[in-house]
């Protein structure tokens, strides 16, 4: 354990090497990230230098690779990620648009905040995602089925997120700004939206993940193409290496969009040490 | 002849991962006698703060020599209890486990530890608190906690690191009192790291200038004001006269 | 009322809520009767509408109102035509739960303390926490077949990381002060896992447990809607194919109480463990 490297740990970091430290020992965390996924594909397509390989059963990397190069250079993939996309961004726009301002009336009101809070919490308590399939029939797969799923998945985060946002902007600074001669709507610049963005930016790395749900539950239910469907017919197919090289490139957005956003809030928001 | 506590060039550099070493002391001394008070005083970073930590075992010089009655500090033990900065209690016990969590440690039976704990809690003033948790209490009332833990495992040496540097002016002037009352009665050896000149005149028999670091001794000043000490001490000339001499020998190592 | 004072109003409901009595009686219970008055006037508004509009037999067939939906779901218990299928969307969930704390927990402390491990998960844990967890349902579909092992598995890798992520974070952020002082008191690694790190890590602990409820009746659900062939979410999908909304409803409200009602338990345990805290933490 590292604990055992040396008595003086509580107080100081580590106590490992001395002078100068290599570029080995600054990028440290993050070569131990990158050896750790290489040793776990070399592994993976090594084992089955042992045991027997069922390619109606697993996949290996080799054919994974081969498999997302030929579905990539037949546009097959792009076809289905766009239209994923689509319905995606549509129902995310809403649930910002929509989130961001119900959030806020709740939290400038309080009476509004009052009143749907605990509708509110029901509603994001209770697995929504259960009325996929009665949306589904009722609006279909197209695009606007699919962007309404995820816009009922995907507000809600939003609508706390700005909700708590403006209920935490801290008084004494709305005393500073009036006491400065700020006027209404100098408050809401200089105060209330920027105290309110990181909250929301916060909500939006919670919904993204939300969304993505959405978008996999309506495609996996009857769709004829997007990437929720591409997963669910190779499964049927039994073709493991098309669906292994859909679900590493859903893996690989998901990452990609969650870090995007994590991005943003230390980009936007540098006074903001992190949480 | 060889002092109770006896520090000879002792080096201790600090390697924090992704920034450049740190040297914390340098060729650092120091003699302290038993029973006595001695404070440190020093710029910001200077390295009191990691003596006391060396001294108290948590931390292993690099090179040097540091004995107590002549045998080395190998690490922690029980003839030295620390009071800390920021108090230090655990969040999630009461006043009176916060001032058993040495005899806890120490393999004492609960019984005994509840006699211990109640006669220190009673000695800080802290009756009636005993089943508060720290976050009920104020920053003064959390600092008798520390206090009594410290003591409660009856060191021989007490070391303070800026003990009183958060609590407000008034309580502080308050505990400066009440701990020279549990000195004097107690006669403990105190090592007192802090930044306030006045509180460090009013305490002690010797003062540690230090320079900025890496940290040694500049000049120690021996404080021949008479004990028992009163607060009205600290308006008379010879107090002031000291207090400028260590501003003097002080101001030169701070930088802004 | 203005906008700012609005914000007024709530700084002073901040400061109610801190503790400060409220002399007027109606301020007292406003927030609750308003909570309540605006489901049940939502309800009511809902109650009414086939009464107010006429609804073409096209929507009809989509149509439901509250008091057909508590009448399926008094006919449901009452006759317990529920209870076969709700027993084995429990056991799915309470199987793949158990796994994940069984598995999650030790792992959370083994990253916790030690570095080397964590750097190396970490870039596993990051990708498996971001992707929703519904993408390998196919995969696991295909390698565990249709019914309880499937549902078990996706309900143990939703639930697993919220936990493992919690303990993980709770281990790692005990208070270097805290352990220097009990440290300076002798006390060797396992006393600093005792006094220290696992009373500091418990309260995340439990909020993980909360949160990986919530992802665990969230992984029934799909698991059911994908991979079974009875239980609860099954009934679901089966009564929203003949139209019967009042019975997806139904199961919706099920649903939603269970999880309500075991996050709430969470909450006090959480409350309970956490009363040597200043104030409640919002998650």
């Known amino acids: 354990m590292a604990h055992a490297e040396g008595r003086n740990l509580g107080l100081v970091e580590a106590e490992d090497g001395a002078g100068r430290q290599s570029f080995v020992e600054r990028h440290r965390q993050l070569l131990l990230g990158c050896l750790a996924v290489a040793l776990f594909f070399a592994a993976w397509q090594a084992v089955f230098l042992v045991v027997p390989f069922n390619p109606l059963f697993i996949s290996k990397p080799s054919l994974i690779a081969k498999a997302l190069l030929d579905l990539i250079a037949s546009g097959q993939l792009l076809d289905d990620l766009r239209v994923s996309a689509i319905p995606f961004f549509y129902g995310f726009t809403a649930a910002i648009v929509v989130g961001v301002a119900v959030g806020i009336v709740m939290g400038w009101r309080a009476r509004v905040g009052y009143a749907l809070d605990p509708l509110m919490t029901a ?56 006491s400065l001669g700020g006027s209404e709507m100098n408050l809401y610049l200089k105060v209330i939206l920027p105290s309110t963005l990181p909250y929301i930016v916060a909500g939006a790395r919670l919904a993204v993940g939300r969304a993505l749900v959405g978008v996999l539950v309506a495609e996996f239910f009857a769709a004829s193409e997007g990437i929720g469907y591409a997963i669910a017919r190779f499964g049927d197919l039994y073709a493991l290496d098309r669906m292994f090289a859909c679900i590493l490139t859903v893996m690989v957005i998901a990452v990609a969009l969650t870090e995007a956003v994590r991005w943003a809030e230390r980009a936007a928001f540098p006074w903001r040490s992190g949480q | 002849m060889q002092a109770y506590i006896e520090g000879r060039n002792i080096n201790l550099t600090f390697r924090p991962p992704n920034r450049g070493p740190v040297r914390a002391l340098r060729g650092f001394d120091i003699d302290i006698g038993e029973g006595e008070f001695l404070s440190i005083v020093g710029p910001s970073g200077c390295g009191k703060s990691t003596f006391l930590n060396v001294l108290l075992g948590l931390l292993r010089p690099d090179s040097g020599e540091l004995t107590m009655r002549g045998r080395r500090i190998a690490g922690p033990g029980s003839d030295r209890a620390m009071v800390f900065q920021e108090f230090g209690l655990l969040p999630w016990r009461t006043v009176q486990n916060n001032v058993e969590l040495g005899l806890e440690l120490k393999g004492v039976a609960a019984v005994a530890r509840r006699k211990i704990s109640a006669r220190l809690i009673e000695m800080v003033g802290l009756i009636g608190f005993e089943t508060h948790y720290p976050h009920e209490l104020s920053g003064g009332m959390k600092q008798r906690v520390g206090l009594a833990r410290a003591l409660a495992t009856d060191p021989d040496v007490l070391l303070m690191d800026e003990p009183f540097a958060a609590l407000d002016a008034q309580t502080r002037d308050l505990m400066q009192v009440e701990l020279l009352h ?38 120690i000043f021996a404080v021949d004001l008479p004990r028992p000490r009163d607060y009205e001490m600290r308006v008379t000339p010879r107090f002031n006269d000291l207090k400028l001499e260590i501003w003097h020998t002080l101001k030169d190592e701070i930088s802004v | ?207 993980g447990l909360r949160l990986g409820i919530g992802r665990a009746v969230l992984g029934v659900v799909v698991a059911e809607f994908f991979g079974s062939e009875e239980g609860l979410g099954v009934l679901m999908v089966q009564a929203s194919g003949r139209y019967q909304v009042d019975v997806v409803f139904a199961g919706l409200i099920i649903f939603a109480t269970l999880s309500l009602l075991m996050t709430g338990l969470v909450k006090l345990l959480e409350d309970r463990l956490s009363r040597w805290r200043p104030q409640r933490t919002a998650d």
């Open chain 1, 123 to 178: 509603l994001y308590a209770s697995p929504l995602v259960a009325l996929a399939p009665l949306l589904v029939v009722f609006f279909g797969v197209g695009v606007a089925g699919k962007a309404i799923i995820i816009f009922s998945l995907a507000v809600f985060p939003f609508v706390f997120n700005a909700y708590a946002g403006v209920r935490a902007v801290d008084p004494l600074l709305i005393n500073v700004v009036r």
């Open chain 2, 182 to 219: 549990i000195w004097q009665a107690a006669r403990k050896t105190v090592l007192f790291v802090t930044h306030q000149i006045d509180e460090a005149i009013y305490l002690s028999d010797r003062i540690m200038v230090m320079t900025k670091r890496p940290g040694r001794a500049k000049k």
């Open chain 3, 1 to 207: 009322m203005s906008e700012t004072g609005a914000i007024k109003a709530n700084i002073a409901i901040a400061a109610e809520e801190a503790g400060a009595p409220s002399t007027n009686p109606w301020r007292r219970w406003e927030a609750s009767m308003l909570g309540a008055g605006s489901i049940a006037l939502l309800l009511l508004a809902w109650e009414l509408v086939p009464y107010v509009f006429t609804i073409s037999p096209g929507t009809k067939l989509f149509f439901t109102t509250p008091s057909q939906i508590a009448g399926t779901l008094w006919k449901m218990f009452a006759t317990g035509t529920i209870w076969a299928p709700l027993g084995v969307s429990a056991s799915g969930f309470a199987l793949g739960l158990g796994l994940a704390i069984v598995v999650g927990l030790p792992l959370g402390v083994l990253l916790g303390r030690w570095r080397t491990l964590n750097a190396m998960a970490d870039p596993f844990i990051t990708a498996f926490n971001a992707t929703p967890r519904l993408v390998f349902l196919p995969l696991v579909l295909l390698w565990f077949g249709l019914g309880l092992w499937s549902k078990v598995i996706i309900v143990f890798i939703g639930a697993l990381f919220p936990i493992l992520i919690n303990t993980y974070e709770g281990v790692r952020n005990a208070d270097k002060t805290l352990i220097n002082v009990v440290r300076s008191f002798g006390a060797g690694e396992w006393a600093v896992a005792r006094l220290v790190v696992l009373p500091n890590s418990l309260p995340y602990v439990v909020a």
